[in-house]
């Protein structure tokens, strides 16, 4: 079915069937097909409008991606809209994306008529009477201010900060999240206006496929999944390979636990993702697109859904885009929780609709894929980058990052760190400057213990790794590697073998079945772990013995590594064989002393009763799941250690604070 | 209660004519989305309209986490268990909520009301521990906040039965 397409001016002729190659130009600029100086202003002064350079009136943006939601940002949109209808002001209010500083969500952003954009964090609903206030004129609230967007000297006479001296901006690259947090992402016009879908209309226009794949690939860029293959290389056998259909895939499946880049972007800025995947669905020719989504981003999966019907609407997708005779339909698929989807042959099974299980490679899906026809998949972060590849050139792009490694990557920053949020740093930044210039170091006044990287296949890196740049190879010499991005900070109350354990888990649980090194190996290496970090299953091995369990858990875990079929079992013992590296005297205090030294591990942790505070009210004998704690009412209760297994329910049940762990 | 009663499953059904095998995920999604599980019939209706099997729908449908089997509580709670809320404290959290609620993940609480599933991730992690309750997300949660949070939920309840 083929509707029309709205007209831009009176005189344009164009319609779905026979559409204009100039049409992102002539919405923005005015057109180009004839001289016609006022339809020029009209289109210069609309993109002014849609990018609020000079706005009549206020305008409250309220960052509503999921991170801002979690922290209360429904209640905050809810409370400012009721404030200013309580003052009967008229301010126009926008709900936008993550603009990444999550520990000060949620960020409200306050557009005031000759003064600029200003960020505030965080806003509860207490506070947003203050900031419905100031966009009536009143006082600006400089406990709350973050800082002003437009840097420099504006002209206004006050001294409010820049937002990007903020120490947490500071040091940021931003090319992928250029936008998150400031553009509305349900309007693809606001997209259209800050220059969105230029680079698509000049690659259509102006490139061949080859062409295209020869420009990306110039411009180094690398696969931001993990992986860290060279984009362009892996479209040129896909374009090289003859076909009747062939696909690009979308992995959005971000399965890593502490990342939430790819989540960010589409929630924030859905269109970069639209533009960036019809430009690799060019290069390789390919007229159907799929984006393999997680379930578990309602929001995200919302968003796209709409930029996509947009995109389709202003004619970028669809039959004939822009005129040059390449058709492109995308669709979204949602994921079904399996963590291995994220490897690429599982993802494709699962959009098959088989169960996600990887296949051996070769024939790699560039060469036969998805329903056997040649089929790329790249990452949500890997397809953000080419608009800004194609529109300033692969030279401009090179220039950010290291020789090896080009541009930037987007890091998740969480864990025990002051400053959470998403960060976009150039390659080559040194992992110390993230975690304590960007992040401002370890919450609290604890201390830094290490950071986790690349999820469930990355490592630990202690402190005296963290002059380590932040690219491909330099993190896979210290034993981590990229991932996906994903930085998780831990202090010294967190228990590195705990860690171990806790990625084991995760990955025996997540395991596919298929190869027996993954399957029975982890399920091996998760049994000594959790002999080592509970308290009664190893009962009869002497410290000898437990030792040489964890002697074996070095060797079994090299052998995992290099006997897996598919990504996930050949990186899955990174986290112990990291842990093992830098935190060897934490395995020794659990082997040979049965000690946590963090106190990170419950079964370890002892427990027992003050004298001087317990009244004997029974409360916490009732509560033991274990029956370890005996006594009669108005008497003194006591703990039996040989029974107790840590759980800390006493803990939770006494009112008088009579338990005390040790 | 609600505005519009879910779809039956004729009616999914009927939306995917001629469907092939690469629906079946999509399909059952939506199956589960309207009647909150897999039902036995739901299953072996999705494998006779695509011509599959009812053992290779469990295959498939065993194979991912999202598919229930049994029908989930009136509150469904999803306990986040990525790594930077682990670090911050989601496993005593889900202790706790096991506790407080005597189910264990998977389950549902006698009387219906909760039921209790891990995510691997929810992707907000900036705000760990976090929590998801039919979709609405708690953030910074310590073990105290269970029993005034459970017990919220459970006056809402009451409220809307009234």
Not at chain 2, 19 to 36: F, H, K, N
Request: aromatic share 6%; proline share 6%; net charge positive.
């Amino acid at each position: 079915m083929i509707e029309p397409l709205g007209q831009i001016e009176e005189y344009c002729r164009h319609s779905r069937l026979t559409p204009c190659p100039n049409r992102v130009f002539c919405l923005t600029e005015g057109p180009l097909c004839r001289e016609d100086p006022a339809a020029a202003a009209a289109a210069s002064e609309r993109a002014r409008r849609m990018r609020r350079e000079s706005p009549e009136k206020p305008v409250i943006f309220v960052g509503t991606g999921t991170c801002g939601l979690a922290a209360g940002a429904g209640k905050t949109l809810t409370a400012i809209k009721v404030a200013l209808a309580r003052m009967k002001f008229e301010a126009e209010v926008i709900e936008v994306g993550c603009i990444g500083l999550c520990s000060s969500e949620p960020i409200v952003d306050l557009l005031l008529p000759g003064r600029g954009r200003l960020s505030f964090g965080p806003v509860g609903p207490a506070e947003a009477g203050r900031i419905a206030a100031a966009a009536a004129g009143g006082k600006i609230p400089r406990d709350l201010l973050l800082g002003r967007h437009q840097a420099g000297d504006t002209g206004t006479g006050d001294d409010l900060p820049g937002l990007a001296e903020h120490p947490f901006f500071r040091s940021q690259t931003r090319i992928v999240l250029k936008n998150c947090g400031l553009i509305d992402p349900s309007r693809i016009e606001e997209y259209i206006a800050r220059g969105g879908y230029r680079a698509l209309s000049r690659a259509l226009k102006s490139l061949t496929p080859a062409e295209l794949c020869d420009l990306v690939e110039r411009s180094g860029l690398r696969g931001r999944g993990g992986g860290g293959f060279l984009t362009g290389k892996k479209w040129k056998i896909a374009l090289a390979t003859t076909a009747d259909r062939k696909f690009l895939i979308c992995n959005a499946d971000e399965g890593d636990p502490g990342a939430f880049m790819d989540r960010a972007v589409i929630e924030g800025d859905p269109h970069r993702l639209i533009e960036g995947m019809a430009i690799a669905a060019y290069a390789i020719r390919a007229s159907k697109a799929y984006v393999y989504i997680r379930a578990e981003y309602p929001l995200a999966i919302r968003r796209l859904k709409e930029a996509i019907r947009q995109a389709r609407e202003e004619g970028l997708l669809g039959y004939n885009i822009l005129d040059s005779g390449f058709n492109l339909e995308i669709a979204v698929k949602m994921g079904a929780g399996a963590f291995v989807c994220g490897e690429e042959t599982a993802l494709i099974g699962s959009i098959e609709g088989k169960r996600g299980m990887p296949r051996p490679r070769p024939p790699y899906p560039a060469v036969s894929g998805l329903f056997d026809c040649p089929t790329v998949v790249n990452n949500v972060e890997t397809l953000a980058n080419l608009p800004a590849i194609v529109e300033k050139g692969p030279e401009r792009f090179r220039a950010v990052g290291t020789a090896d490694s080009a541009g930037t990557k987007v890091f998740a920053l969480s864990g025990k760190i002051a400053r959470t949020g998403l960060v976009e740093v150039a390659m080559g930044t040194k992992l110390e400057e993230i975690v304590f210039a960007i992040g401002g170091g370890v919450a609290g006044d604890k201390k830094f213990k290490a950071v986790q990287i690349g999820g469930p296949s990355g490592g630990c890196i202690p402190i005296q790794h963290l002059d380590t740049e932040v690219d491909y190879g330099s993190l896979k010499r210290i034993g981590a590697m990229m991932g996906s991005g994903g930085l998780v900070v831990m202090d010294e109350d967190t228990c590195m073998v705990d860690v171990a354990r806790f990625f084991m888990e995760f990955i025996q649980r997540e395991s596919c079945g298929r190869c027996i090194p993954c399957r029975e190996g982890t399920r091996q290496l998760l049994r000594t772990l959790q002999s080592l970090t509970s308290r009664r299953s190893t009962a009869g091995l002497d410290p000898l013995q437990r030792f040489q369990s964890v002697i074996n858990l070095k060797k079994l875990a090299e052998t995992i590594k290099e006997t897996s079929l598919c990504g996930l079992g050949q990186s899955a013992p990174n986290p112990i064989l990291s842990t093992l590296r830098f935190f060897r005297d934490e395995y020794e205090a659990h082997v040979y002393e049965r000690r946590c030294p963090s106190g990170g591990c419950v079964e370890l942790r002892t427990f027992r009763i003050d004298p001087e505070k317990c009244v004997g009210c029974t409360a916490c004998v009732s509560k033991c799941p274990a029956g370890a704690i005996k006594g009669t009412a108005k008497k003194m209760h006591y703990i039996l250690l040989e029974k107790c297994v840590g759980c800390g329910a006493c803990f939770d049940a006494c009112r008088f604070g009579a338990i005390v762990r040790e | 209660m609600r505005a519009e009663s879910p779809p039956d499953l004729k009616e999914i059904l009927a939306r995917y004519p001629g469907a092939e095998r690469d629906s079946l995920i999509p399909l059952l999604q939506e199956v589960q989305e309207s009647e909150g599980y897999l039902s036995r019939e739901a299953v072996t209706a999705v494998g006779s309209h695509l011509k599959l099997p009812a053992a290779k729908v469990y295959g498939v449908a065993t194979f991912y986490n999202q598919f229930r089997f049994s029908p989930r509580g009136r509150y469904h709670i999803q306990v986040c268990r990525g790594t930077a809320c682990h670090v911050k404290g989601s496993g005593p959290l889900l202790g706790r909520l096991e506790r407080e609620l005597k189910i264990e993940p998977g389950q549902t609480t006698r009387d219906g009301l909760f039921s209790l599933e891990i995510v691997a991730c929810i992707g907000a992690c900036g705000l760990a521990p976090v929590i998801s309750v039919n979709g609405e997300y708690h953030a910074h949660l310590g073990g105290d906040d269970i029993p005034g949070l459970l017990e919220n939920y459970r006056t809402r309840i009451e409220e809307s039965d009234d």
